[in-house]
């Protein structure tokens, strides 16, 4: 089936400082790449939906200029959160819009953010 | 707008089934069941279409009742490795972007 892969698994990273996730989809080519983010025992929350070649669009209330996507690739999608502050912990899970639509979405492994 | 789920939480004993409800205020156009095992990423399950489909693989099935904007998840003799949380995910209201449910909780016991 398809694989999304995403890199790093966990990250800790000093206020201030940004920081890079990548998800890369490794057998199949995905058009749209969703990022969600995860608070701990709550439910996945759409970030933005990032196109191949076009800017990202982002759900009401996530900062454009903080939370940059790009998807420079069909087959690779970038989530920089930039000046990380201790609030912007949580778990960042990226999916890609299914090759066939009844193998459902597929997520990444996800990224344990840490801001200290 | 984000799909109601009941129970919030489950506790079972191995051998024992289990129903878990997803509910809508939109039409929907599908329903998609995920686990999620704690710190790792969702695991899709099954979708189903509009058009009053039910499936299953092994003992986990599910079915979708369009009309009511309302999917169940049935699990059968659960086992151990059932435990996590599920979420689901509807597609509709113009929207074939899926938004997710606030998950349920499923503990087997052995």
């Known amino acids: 089936g398809a694989v999304v892969s995403q890199h790093p698994s966990w990250v800790i990273c000093k206020s201030g400082t940004s920081v890079k996730i990548e998800c890369r989809s490794l057998?199949?080519?995905?058009?749209?790449m969703f990022w969600y983010r995860q608070f701990p025992k709550q439910s996945l929350m759409l970030m933005a939906t990032?196109?191949?070649?076009?800017?990202?669009?982002?759900e009401q209330g996530v900062e454009k200029d903080k939370f940059l996507i790009n998807h420079a690739s069909l087959t690779l999608s970038t989530l920089t959160v930039t000046s990380a502050h201790p609030e912007d912990s949580s778990f960042y899970i990226c999916?890609?819009?299914?090759?066939?639509?009844?193998?459902?979405?597929?997520f990444g492994s996800g990224t344990r953010l840490t801001v200290v | 707008q984000q799909p109601v789920q009941s129970p919030q939480a489950v506790i079972l004993r191995e051998g024992e089934d289990a129903v878990i409800n997803c509910s809508s205020s939109?039409?929907?156009?599908?329903v998609h069941w995920y686990r999620q095992k704690h710190g790792e990423a969702p695991v899709f399950l099954m979708i189903?279409?509009?058009?009053?489909e039910q499936k299953g693989h092994e003992k986990i099935s599910a079915s979708f009742n369009e009309k009511k904007q309302q999917s169940s998840l049935y699990l059968t003799a659960s086992q151990l490795s059932y435990s996590g949380t599920y979420f689901c995910?509807?597609?509709?209201?113009?929207?074939?972007?899926?938004?997710f449910g606030r998950g349920t909780s499923l503990i087997v016991h052995p």
């Open positions: 999916s890609a819009s299914p090759f066939r639509y009844a193998d459902g979405y597929t």
């Open positions: 057998d199949f080519q995905a058009t749209t």
């Open positions: 990032s196109n191949e070649g076009s800017k990202a669009t982002y």
């Open positions: 939109k039409a929907l156009y599908s």
């Open positions: 189903l279409l509009k058009g009053g």
């Open positions: 995910g509807t597609e509709g209201g113009g929207s074939y972007i899926p938004t």
